[in-house]
């Protein structure tokens, strides 16, 4: 910029402050005009685009969310934010400034609106495409399909006789009346009880069936509906380790907390679904690669494993313990001692994380927890790390032990001297479809499964015991019990 357009920038930032009773206008207007200077358009360049001398006004929108997988290709949509020449009012929405303006009405969004990425005249933030995270608003994750879903999998809690008869319900319903591929596992043929049941008979022959770790299922499912508790949501996560399609999740189990949706009207809920009326909450994943020491990664690729709630690094059977290196973006930040740590999403800060010490966070807020497991330090307290960070963790080398690590409860193994685990967000979340929206299902979880601040409440002052302003001092005891 040369010192003429210099001195345009800073008195457009002075129109910012001024304005009289057009400052809305004003605002905007000055705004657009930097914008133009700082994208390197010259001043000549400028004045002709704002008098319309270059071309006519164009528009243009900014295309809905991210794909979800699936045959049927479900989406998570929003509605599309066009961009317009300001009204009079400096509303630069579709309403063209009317007084139902949505923007003027809708004081507040789920997520912090995008910042500004320019500071004053002369600063702003490098622009590397690289480095872009668009954060939709929650409450525009709709749910979407292409085409009509067609094949659904059921997952069932298993060893659980009391889910077998909604199970059987569902299979009935799904290939029946709605003509769909039902796909269950085939483990689930095995249970003595469901081979039992007189209704199951006509139906085992209509299903498909796959094998954990030797079939994959991936662009064969389009929807899936887990019958149990939290840990059908988190056995599907295991089986989709790339996209996976929306979840639908029944409370049949004993703590129900990712499982919002009673079975007692199913076929409403489930129709509502298939017809694309429903909310969704994209719970992020974390992407946990294990690195060994000795290892040659080009013959043997590294166990490398998407987790739903959280991994968790032990001391496992050593009585010493723990000593962990912590690092973040190749930055050593702490070295852990105690039993060991929790690296979870905001879905699991509500599991291990919680029992832990740590704060709950909704899963729609992206970010990475770091919470030690009975820490050797009445200082070191839970923390939260923005999603796009790396974390490494790795054995110590003057630890005593070796550690130990699991991911959402599973495939538990030893990380030696040397190893190394590297945890990142996954791009792949898991697309949970609401009963009600994101925030009425997740307070009302808090509620049911924790109790979260449910407590005796406090009586109020009895209005025949005050007067002018004062209790008596036996009554303020009375009360305050």
């Given at each position: 910029m040369n010192e003429r357009e210099i001195q345009l920038a800073h008195a457009l930032i002075k129109a910012e402050t001024d304005g009289g009773s057009h400052k809305k206008a004003?605002?905007?207007?000055?705004?657009?005009?930097?914008?133009?200077?700082?994208?390197?358009?010259?001043?000549?360049?400028?004045?002709?685009?704002?008098?319309?001398?270059?071309g006519a006004v164009t528009t243009s929108t900014t295309a809905?969310?991210?794909?979800?997988?699936?045959?049927?290709?479900?989406?998570?949509?929003?509605?599309?934010?066009?961009?317009?020449?300001?009204?009079?009012?400096?509303?630069?929405?579709?309403?063209?400034?009317?007084?139902?303006?949505?923007?003027?009405?809708?004081?507040?969004?789920?997520?912090?609106p995008s910042p500004i990425q320019q500071f004053g005249p002369c600063g702003r933030i490098m622009k590397n495409s690289a480095m872009v995270m668009t954060i939709q608003?929650?409450?525009?994750?709709?749910?979407?399909?292409?085409?009509?879903?067609?094949?659904?999998?059921?997952?069932?809690?298993?060893?659980?006789?009391?889910?077998?008869?909604?199970?059987?319900?569902?299979?009935?319903?799904?290939?029946?009346?709605?003509?769909?591929?039902v796909f269950v596992e085939h483990s689930v043929l095995d249970d003595p009880l469901l081979a039992g049941a007189p209704a199951w008979a006509s139906l085992e022959s209509k299903v498909q069936t796959f094998t954990d770790g030797k079939d994959d299922l991936t662009d064969k499912i389009d929807f899936i509906v887990c019958l149990g508790?939290?840990?059908?949501?988190?056995?599907?996560?295991?089986?989709?380790?790339?996209?996976?399609?929306?979840?639908?999740?029944?409370?049949?189990g004993s703590l129900g907390f990712l499982t919002p949706f009673k079975f007692d009207n199913f076929q409403e809920q489930v129709n509502a679904v298939l017809e694309g009326h429903a909310a969704l909450t994209l719970r992020s994943r974390l992407r946990c690669i294990v690195l060994r020491k000795d290892s040659d990664t080009k013959?043997?690729?590294?166990?490398?494993?998407?987790?739903?709630?959280?991994?968790?690094?032990?001391?496992?059977?050593?009585?010493?313990?723990?000593n962990i290196d912590l690092y973040l973006d190749g930055k050593k930040i702490t070295s852990v001692q105690g039993d060991g740590l929790i690296v979870s999403t905001p879905t699991g800060s509500t599991a291990y994380a919680v029992a832990a010490g740590a704060s709950m966070i909704?899963?729609?807020?992206?970010?990475?927890?770091?919470?030690?497991?009975?820490?050797?330090s009445?200082?070191?307290?839970?923390?939260?790390?923005?999603?796009?960070?790396?974390?490494?963790?790795?054995?110590?080398?003057d630890s005593r032990n070796t550690a130990w690590v699991s991911f959402d409860g599973r495939s538990r193994?030893?990380?030696?001297?040397?190893?190394?685990?590297?945890?990142?967000?996954?791009?792949?979340?898991i697309p949970s479809i609401c009963a009600s929206d994101q925030i009425a299902d997740w307070f009302e979880s808090l509620d049911e499964c924790l109790r979260w601040n449910d407590r005796k409440k406090q009586r109020q002052f009895d209005p025949a015991d005050i007067a002018d302003g004062f209790v008596a001092p036996h009554k303020m005891e009375e009360t305050s019990d």
């Amino acid at each position: 910029m040369n010192e003429r357009e210099i001195q345009l920038a800073h008195a457009l930032i002075k129109a910012e402050t001024d304005g009289g009773s057009h400052k809305k206008a004003h605002k905007t207007h000055a705004s657009r005009l930097q914008e133009k200077i700082e994208k390197g358009m010259s001043v000549r360049q400028v004045e002709l685009s704002e008098h319309g001398q270059n071309g006519a006004v164009t528009t243009s929108t900014t295309a809905p969310g991210a794909v979800i997988g699936g045959p049927a290709a479900a989406t998570v949509t929003g509605p599309a934010v066009p961009t317009v020449p300001p009204a009079a009012n400096g509303c630069v929405c579709v309403c063209g400034g009317g007084d139902n303006c949505e923007q003027q009405r809708r004081t507040r969004s789920l997520n912090a609106p995008s910042p500004i990425q320019q500071f004053g005249p002369c600063g702003r933030i490098m622009k590397n495409s690289a480095m872009v995270m668009t954060i939709q608003d929650p409450a525009s994750q709709r749910l979407t399909w292409y085409k009509a879903p067609m094949a659904v999998l059921v997952i069932k809690k298993v060893r659980d006789a009391s889910v077998l008869a909604p199970f059987i319900q569902l299979v009935s319903w799904l290939t029946n009346e709605k003509k769909m591929i039902v796909f269950v596992e085939h483990s689930v043929l095995d249970d003595p009880l469901l081979a039992g049941a007189p209704a199951w008979a006509s139906l085992e022959s209509k299903v498909q069936t796959f094998t954990d770790g030797k079939d994959d299922l991936t662009d064969k499912i389009d929807f899936i509906v887990c019958l149990g508790g939290d840990g059908t949501l988190l056995y599907a996560s295991s089986l989709f380790q790339q996209s996976v399609p929306p979840v639908m999740a029944f409370h049949l189990g004993s703590l129900g907390f990712l499982t919002p949706f009673k079975f007692d009207n199913f076929q409403e809920q489930v129709n509502a679904v298939l017809e694309g009326h429903a909310a969704l909450t994209l719970r992020s994943r974390l992407r946990c690669i294990v690195l060994r020491k000795d290892s040659d990664t080009k013959q043997k690729p590294p166990t490398n494993l998407l987790v739903l709630n959280e991994v968790v690094v032990d001391r496992g059977p050593s009585p010493y313990l723990s000593n962990i290196d912590l690092y973040l973006d190749g930055k050593k930040i702490t070295s852990v001692q105690g039993d060991g740590l929790i690296v979870s999403t905001p879905t699991g800060s509500t599991a291990y994380a919680v029992a832990a010490g740590a704060s709950m966070i909704h899963p729609s807020v992206p970010a990475i927890m770091v919470t030690p497991i009975c820490p050797h330090s009445l200082s070191f307290r839970p923390i939260v790390v923005p999603a796009g960070v790396e974390l490494k963790i790795a054995v110590s080398p003057d630890s005593r032990n070796t550690a130990w690590v699991s991911f959402d409860g599973r495939s538990r193994q030893e990380l030696k001297h040397g190893d190394s685990l590297r945890v990142t967000t996954s791009i792949y979340p898991i697309p949970s479809i609401c009963a009600s929206d994101q925030i009425a299902d997740w307070f009302e979880s808090l509620d049911e499964c924790l109790r979260w601040n449910d407590r005796k409440k406090q009586r109020q002052f009895d209005p025949a015991d005050i007067a002018d302003g004062f209790v008596a001092p036996h009554k303020m005891e009375e009360t305050s019990d």
